[in-house]
T-cell receptor, first 115, second 116 residues
Framework: DGGITQSPKYLFRKEGQNVTLSCEQNLNHDAMYWYRQDPGQGLRLIYYSQIVNDFQKGDIAEGYSVSREKKESFPLTVTSAQKNPTAFYLC??????????????FGPGTRLTVL | AQKVTQAQTEISVVEKEDVTLDCVYETRDTTYYLFWYKQPPSGELVFLIRRNSFDEQNEISGRYSWNFQKSTSSFNFTITASQVVDSAVYFCALSEARNRDDKIIFGKGTRLHILP
C-alpha cells in the first residue's frame, strides 16, 4: 500500500544527545514536510523540501536539521541545541504539482521524549 | 498574513447529536485553499477535505458537511448524527496560492468528545 511511514513510534533520548527521526514515503511525492505538535499549539512547520537535494527552513527550524538525498526519504535530526525537544513529530508529503496547493498527507508520527 | 482561528478548544456532545466545528480564517490572497484534517487518538492526521476559494458550494460526504462562506471568512464543519468514532481533534488549515510550496497554516484544533 502507498503511504508514509515514520519510525520509531516512540523515542526516548537523554538530554544533550542528537537523535534522528525517519520519514519514508512511497507515494512518489516531490514535497515533504516536518511538523512539530505540542499540546494546544496545533502544528508548526520545522523544515520542508520541494525537491531532492533542496530544503527550506520553516517557522521553528532552530535546533533541527534535515537532509533530502532521496525522493522517498526526509530524515529529521533533533540536535542538542533544541532547547525543548519533547513533542510529537509529524511528517507529511504532497505532490507539489506547482501552481496550486496540493493536499499534504501525513505519517503516523513519532513521539519524542527527552529524559 | 494568513491565520486560522478555531475558537472552540474542546466540545462534548452525546452520541447521535449534530455538532458544528467553527473555523475562521484570514488571508489577503484572493486565491487560497482550505482544509480539514482529523487527528484520532492514534495521532496520524487524516485528510478530510480540500476546498479552493472559488468554490463556495457546500459539500456533503456522508455524515460530514462543510459550509464555506467567503463573506464571513468561515469554513465550518458539521457532523450529523455523531458517533463515538468521531471523537478526535479536528484541524482547520489554510494555504495561500501564492505560496508555491504547498505550505499550510493550521489552526490550533478543536478536541471533540462524543459521549456514548
Amino acid at each position: 500500500d502507498g503511504g508514509i511511514t515514520q519510525s520509531p513510534k516512540y523515542l526516548f533520548r537523554k538530554e544533550g544527545q542528537n537523535v534522528t527521526l525517519s520519514c519514508e514515503q512511497n507515494l512518489n511525492h516531490d514535497a515533504m514536510y516536518w511538523y512539530r505538535q505540542d499540546p494546544g499549539q496545533g502544528l508548526r512547520l520545522i523544515y520542508y523540501s520541494q525537491i531532492v537535494n533542496d530544503f527550506q527552513k520553516g517557522d521553528i527550524a532552530e535546533g533541527y536539521s534535515v537532509s533530502r538525498e532521496k525522493k522517498e526519504s526526509f530524515p529529521l535530526t533533533v540536535t542538542s541545541a533544541q532547547k525543548n525537544p519533547t513533542a510529537f513529530y509529524l511528517c507529511a508529503s504532497s505532490i507539489n504539482s506547482g501552481g496550486v496547493t496540493d493536499t499534504q498527507y501525513f505519517g503516523p508520527g513519532t513521539r519524542l521524549t527527552v529524559l | 498574513a494568513q491565520k486560522v482561528t478555531q475558537a472552540q478548544t474542546e466540545i462534548s456532545v452525546v452520541e447521535k447529536e449534530d455538532v458544528t466545528l467553527d473555523c475562521v480564517y484570514e488571508t489577503r490572497d484572493t486565491t487560497y485553499y482550505l482544509f480539514w484534517y482529523k487527528q484520532p487518538p492514534s495521532g496520524e492526521l487524516v485528510f478530510l477535505i480540500r476546498r479552493n476559494s472559488f468554490d463556495e458550494q457546500n459539500e456533503i460526504s456522508g455524515r460530514y458537511s462543510w459550509n464555506f462562506q467567503k463573506s464571513t471568512s468561515s469554513f465550518n464543519f458539521t457532523i450529523t448524527a455523531s458517533q463515538v468514532v468521531d471523537s478526535a481533534v479536528y484541524f482547520c488549515a489554510l494555504s495561500e496560492a501564492r505560496n508555491r510550496d504547498d505550505k499550510i497554516i493550521f489552526g490550533k484544533g478543536t478536541r471533540l468528545h462524543i459521549l456514548p
